[in-house]
Each structure stands twice: as structure tokens, then as C-alpha cells.
């Protein structure tokens, strides 16, 4: 009966209150149901066109038009089939398909405003992300690049995605950052590290130096009185991942607990996974071991780089309750420009989750050029 149960249990239920909404959506048909067994028994003459009356307004809590119409007209046949045709028998008839269009227009009318308030809590949350999120160049050195963020469907508070590419003289450095939690407080740590990220791209020699002003930039934020709640600054953290490509045929990573990087090489993709696991920034306490270093990965001429966060790889069918499988994804996509590649990802996305994303994600692809074509691609950039 799912598609009778249009409406979906409102962003943030889960778990043991998801179970109750359903619950609470069978409810009505149960109602008609007993109603209908009364009918029929020997138990007729019990009144039961006063109960039936009220199912449409009960369905509209939980259902959409499809659920409530379906309410009503099982509750119509309950009625039909009462053998006393008297005033109170026409009058039941006449209560009840009053009640039903009713319910009808409220459902569409609540529904309508819902998705307008929705709406527009979207547009606040992307036009936020965005003030700190810049475009992505669609060439950088040796690199073609394309960037795309998501929304999540629920909508309901602005997420702490963060992303970045920029040219420095030790080649193209590539950031991307999952906040944990959301709202401002999460907005505000990840300009901290973008912002840290960007000026310390251009001048620090290590990749993993550039990582570590991340860091501290992410503590000097949360030591501000009233930046952060109490729940924040004991359980926040972010993580990251830094990436550096430049004219050998390999990327430098650092990984600080973010999902690993994807290359797809002839057709076939493999995982970027660190040697030796890292906590996320914020939890500098459990750093142990020697200092942090870059670790080098073979990346050719050719070969497709793909930075997420993990909004993408733990989206779920409604249905299967799968995860993404994004290394099946990329494999399936044909050749095409790294911007066309990301579309074609976030359309198997969406088909994926029916339309419904429950978190905001994030992507990053860098496409490395052969010599010729960087040498091609940096003249007119030169030029332009």
C-alpha cells in the first residue's frame, strides 16, 4: 500500500517514531475495516456511519490525496452496504463525501505550503553555501575540474560542506571537508578551514603543513566565546582531505578521517586508502605516531580524480535501503568533461534516492591532462 501512503513521515523522524507515523497511517482503514465487519454481522443495528464520517479528516494527518480518497470511498462501500435506508443512511452519505473533499483540499492546500516553506529554506541553505563555497575553475595547471553541490531534500538546516581547488606554484591543491552537524555553527567552521586553506596553499611547502593550519584555524574558531554550543565543542569535528597534483604522474594526500578519494584509470576505479588511518580535525588528541606526511599515488595522463563527502556514498533507496554504490557509478559513465561527468553522478544519485537526498553532498573531480594539453590549457590561460 505504498503508494497509497504518499505522505512521508516529517524531515528528522526515524527509528521507533517512523514505525508510530506508519502505525498511525493504517489506523483509518482499520476503523472502516471493523465498521464493515459490524455491517455485515449480526451486530448491524450499532451505529457505525458517525465513526466513518470522521476517517477522511483522520487520513489527511498522515496521508496524502491518494490515502484519504481511499479511506473515503472504503468507507462509502462500508456505508452502501448497511441495510437500513433511512434519513441518519443518506444523511452518513452525504456527511461523508463532504468531509472527504474537504480533507482533500486541506491535504493539497497543507501540502502545497509545506513544499513552498521547504523550498525556500533550500534556496537560504544553497545561497549560504555558496557565499563561502567559490566556483571551481574548469581548468587548474595539468587538471580539468568540476565541482557540484547537493542539497539535502530534507532541507532543514545548512550543512558544513566544503570544497576547493586552487594553482600554486607546487601544482593544483585540492580541499574537501565534511562538518560534522549543521547550521551556523557548522557554516562557521568550515569557512575557518577553507579559509585557512586558501592562504596557506599558496606558501607552505607540505601538503601536510597546509593540513595542520587547517587544524589550528578549526580550534582558533571554536575557542571564540559563543561560537560554538557546548554539544560542538565537545563532540565537533571535521573532516578533510587535501590533495596536491602537480606535473608528475601522482597525487599527494592527506587524509584526516575523510572518506577516500576515487581515481578511475582505464575504466576501472580504485580507492586512495591511507596506510595509516587519521582522526578527523578536532580530535588532535588522538593523533599518535610520527608527524603527519603526505602519502603519493600514481595518477596519470588520462586518469579521473573524484574528491566527495560522505553524503554521497551513504545515500540510501527508500526502497533497498542500499547505499550508493558510487565506484559502480563512475565506471558506468562514458567519456565526457569532467562538469558532464559530474551531471551524469548526481542524475544516478537522484534516481537512486527516488528525488529524496537526506544529506547534503559534495563532489570534486579532476580529470588529469596529457603534457601537450596542459601545455595547451596553461598558454590560454596565460592568454586569457
Same mark, same amino acid.
Given at each position: 500500500?505504498?503508494?497509497?501512503?504518499?505522505?512521508?513521515?516529517?524531515?528528522?523522524?526515524?527509528?521507533?517514531?517512523r514505525v508510530l507515523f506508519r502505525v498511525a497511517q493504517c489506523v483509518p482503514f482499520v476503523v472502516v475495516l471493523v465498521a464493515l465487519g459490524i455491517e455485515l454481522?449480526?451486530?448491524?443495528?450499532?451505529?457505525?456511519?458517525?465513526?466513518?464520517?470522521?476517517?477522511?479528516?483522520?487520513?489527511?494527518?498522515?496521508?496524502?490525496?491518494?490515502?484519504?480518497?481511499?479511506?473515503?470511498?472504503?468507507?462509502?462501500?462500508?456505508?452502501?452496504?448497511?441495510?437500513?435506508?433511512?434519513?441518519?443512511?443518506?444523511?452518513?452519505?452525504?456527511?461523508?463525501?463532504?468531509?472527504?473533499?474537504?480533507?482533500?483540499?486541506?491535504?493539497?492546500?497543507?501540502?502545497?505550503?509545506?513544499?513552498?516553506?521547504?523550498?525556500?529554506?533550500?534556496?537560504?541553505?544553497?545561497?549560504?553555501?555558496?557565499?563561502?563555497?567559490?566556483?571551481?575553475?574548469?581548468?587548474?595547471?595539468?587538471?580539468?575540474? #568540476?565541482?557540484?553541490?547537493?542539497?539535502?531534500?530534507?532541507?532543514?538546516?545548512?550543512?558544513?560542506?566544503?570544497?576547493?581547488?586552487?594553482?600554486?606554484?607546487?601544482?593544483?591543491?585540492?580541499?574537501?571537508?565534511?562538518?560534522?552537524?549543521?547550521?551556523?555553527?557548522?557554516?562557521?567552521?568550515?569557512?575557518?578551514?577553507?579559509?585557512?586553506?586558501?592562504?596557506?596553499?599558496?606558501?607552505?611547502?607540505?601538503?601536510?603543513?597546509?593540513?595542520?593550519?587547517?587544524?589550528? #584555524?578549526?580550534?582558533?574558531?571554536?575557542?571564540?566565546? !559563543?561560537?560554538?554550543?557546548?554539544?560542538?565543542?565537545?563532540?565537533?569535528?571535521?573532516?578533510?582531505?587535501?590533495?596536491?597534483?602537480?606535473?608528475?604522474?601522482?597525487?599527494?594526500?592527506?587524509?584526516?578521517?575523510?572518506?577516500?578519494?576515487?581515481?578511475?584509470?582505464?575504466?576501472?576505479?580504485?580507492?586512495?586508502?591511507?596506510?595509516?588511518?587519521?582522526?578527523?580535525?578536532?580530535?588532535?588528541?588522538?593523533?599518535? !605516531?610520527?608527524?603527519?606526511?603526505?602519502?603519493?599515488?600514481?595518477?596519470?595522463?588520462?586518469?579521473?580524480?573524484?574528491?566527495?563527502?560522505?553524503?554521497?556514498?551513504?545515500?540510501?533507496?527508500?526502497?533497498?535501503?542500499?547505499?550508493?554504490?558510487?565506484?559502480?557509478?563512475?565506471?558506468?559513465?562514458?567519456?565526457?568533461?569532467?562538469?558532464?561527468?559530474?551531471?551524469?553522478?548526481?542524475?544516478?544519485?537522484?534516481?537512486?534516492?527516488?528525488?529524496?537526498?537526506?544529506?547534503?553532498?559534495?563532489?570534486?573531480?579532476?580529470?588529469?591532462?596529457?603534457?601537450?594539453?596542459?601545455?595547451?590549457?596553461?598558454?590560454?590561460?596565460?592568454?586569457?
Amino acid at each position: 500500500m505504498r503508494p497509497l501512503f504518499h505522505a512521508a513521515p516529517p524531515p528528522g523522524v526515524g527509528g521507533h517514531s517512523r514505525v508510530l507515523f506508519r502505525v498511525a497511517q493504517c489506523v483509518p482503514f482499520v476503523v472502516v475495516l471493523v465498521a464493515l465487519g459490524i455491517e455485515l454481522s449480526p451486530a448491524h443495528f450499532l451505529v457505525t456511519g458517525t465513526f466513518l464520517t470522521a476517517m477522511p479528516a483522520l487520513a489527511a494527518l498522515t496521508m496524502g490525496p491518494k490515502g484519504i480518497l481511499s479511506v473515503a470511498a472504503l468507507a462509502l462501500a462500508t456505508d452502501l452496504a448497511s441495510p437500513a435506508y433511512d434519513l441518519a443512511y443518506y444523511s452518513n452519505i452525504v456527511s461523508l463525501v463532504l468531509v472527504s473533499l474537504a480533507s482533500v483540499t486541506m491535504s493539497n492546500a497543507m501540502r502545497t505550503r509545506r513544499q513552498s516553506e521547504l523550498d525556500q529554506v533550500r534556496r537560504i541553505a544553497v545561497a549560504a553555501q555558496e557565499a563561502i563555497l567559490r566556483p571551481v575553475p574548469a581548468r587548474l595547471g595539468p587538471v580539468r575540474a #568540476a565541482s557540484m553541490y547537493l542539497a539535502a531534500e530534507t532541507g532543514a538546516q545548512i550543512g558544513g560542506d566544503l570544497y576547493e581547488a586552487v594553482q600554486t606554484r607546487y601544482g593544483v591543491r585540492l580541499i574537501v571537508g565534511d562538518v560534522r552537524g549543521k547550521g551556523l555553527p557548522a557554516v562557521r567552521a568550515a569557512a575557518a578551514v577553507l579559509g585557512a586553506f586558501r592562504v596557506t596553499a599558496q606558501y607552505e611547502d607540505e601538503l601536510a603543513e597546509v593540513m595542520n593550519h587547517c587544524a589550528a #584555524a578549526l580550534r582558533q574558531e571554536r575557542a571564540v566565546p !559563543g561560537a560554538v554550543d557546548q554539544e560542538t565543542l565537545l563532540e565537533g569535528f571535521v573532516t578533510a582531505l587535501v590533495a596536491q597534483v602537480s606535473d608528475t604522474p601522482e597525487v599527494q594526500v592527506v587524509n584526516r578521517g575523510h572518506p577516500p578519494p576515487l581515481v578511475l584509470c582505464q575504466g576501472k576505479v580504485h580507492a586512495l586508502m591511507p596506510t595509516s588511518p587519521l582522526p578527523p580535525l578536532g580530535l588532535e588528541d588522538l593523533l599518535t !605516531g610520527p608527524p603527519l606526511m603526505a602519502e603519493s599515488h600514481p595518477f596519470a595522463p588520462g586518469d579521473r580524480l573524484l574528491l566527495y563527502t560522505d553524503g554521497v556514498i551513504e545515500a540510501r533507496n527508500p526502497d533497498s535501503n542500499d547505499f550508493f554504490a558510487l565506484p559502480e557509478a563512475m565506471e558506468a559513465v562514458h567519456t565526457c568533461t569532467p562538469h558532464e561527468f559530474l551531471e551524469q553522478l548526481h542524475r544516478g544519485l537522484i534516481r537512486h534516492t527516488t528525488g529524496r537526498l537526506a544529506d547534503d553532498a559534495a563532489m570534486l573531480l579532476v580529470d588529469r591532462l596529457n603534457e601537450e594539453a596542459g601545455k595547451h590549457a596553461a598558454s590560454a590561460a596565460g592568454a586569457s
